[in-house]
């Protein structure tokens, strides 16, 4: 079963922890993303990845980091920097280069801080 | 920059057609895309169209596009309860792979 798996589903952290979000993907795809999601606001990228050992920052990189270390894997760090952290947040994939280039989306990991 | 914008709730009744909208401003689009997410859930692609075409049909669904307006819309025939979704337009530009996504619009059918 080909896919993309985001673990865990539900997460709650203390403020001032860091934290890490997995996601795995065996689509043999080279892009990978992280969003943000909050109620009425659809999806803020946060970072991607193009290509291994490679990542840029998106639209609200700030409080957050990324590793892309090998090809199926993207996991972001929360940390505790970030000044509002409880939110939904979704990973993706997509295949590089022309072509219909639809993302692939994981089923979410909703962060709460207490 | 881009930018995707989407009104933020529709309510149809049960069998009637349902239209969602979306206009969007990179005149360089190549793809434009409809997502649904149920709750608590990832999106799931619905359905995609070319910026050369004008029209897209996938057995209820229907997608029109008007490039010179930049206009974008998704109407689904027979609305069933199932449907009862958040529906996000997105639009790529000439950037592989980055999306833009609208904020999404909250579809509730009802019985």
């Known amino acids: 079963d080909g896919g993309i798996t985001q673990s865990p589903k539900y997460l709650f952290r203390k403020e001032g922890q860091n934290v890490t979000l997995s996601c795995e993907q065996n689509?043999?795809?080279?892009?990978m993303y992280w969003y943000r999601q909050d109620p009425g606001q659809g999806l803020r990228l946060i970072y991607y990845?193009?290509?291994?050992?490679?990542?840029q920052k998106g639209d609200i990189a700030e409080g957050y980091s990324v590793s892309r270390e090998k090809k199926e894997s993207f996991p972001l760090t929360v940390t505790s920097a970030q000044k509002n952290p409880t939110a939904f947040y979704l990973c993706?994939?997509?295949?590089?280069?022309?072509?219909?280039?639809?993302?692939?989306f994981g089923p979410g990991t909703r962060l709460t801080v207490l | 920059g881009e930018d995707v914008e989407q009104s933020l709730f529709l309510s149809v009744r049960e069998g009637d057609s349902s239209v969602i909208n979306c206009t969007y401003t990179?005149?360089?689009?190549?793809?434009l895309y409809w997502y649904k997410q149920e709750p608590g859930a990832g999106l799931q692609l619905l359905t995609y169209?070319?910026?050369?075409?004008d029209m897209k049909q996938d057995q209820r669904l229907t997608v029109l596009l008007n490039k010179k307006d930049k206009h974008l819309s998704l109407r689904i025939a027979d609305t069933q309860t199932g449907d009862s979704a958040i529906y996000f337009c997105?639009?790529?530009?000439?950037?592989?792979?980055?999306?833009?996504f609208g904020q999404g619009t909250i579809l509730t059918v009802h019985p």
């Open positions: 993706a994939s997509s295949p590089e280069g022309p072509g219909v280039g639809e993302q692939f």
């Open positions: 689509l043999n795809h080279d892009a």
């Open positions: 990845s193009q290509i291994v050992n490679d990542f």
């Open positions: 990179d005149s360089s689009s190549t793809y």
């Open positions: 169209i070319f910026s050369n075409m």
């Open positions: 997105a639009e790529r530009g000439t950037s592989y792979g980055k999306l833009t």
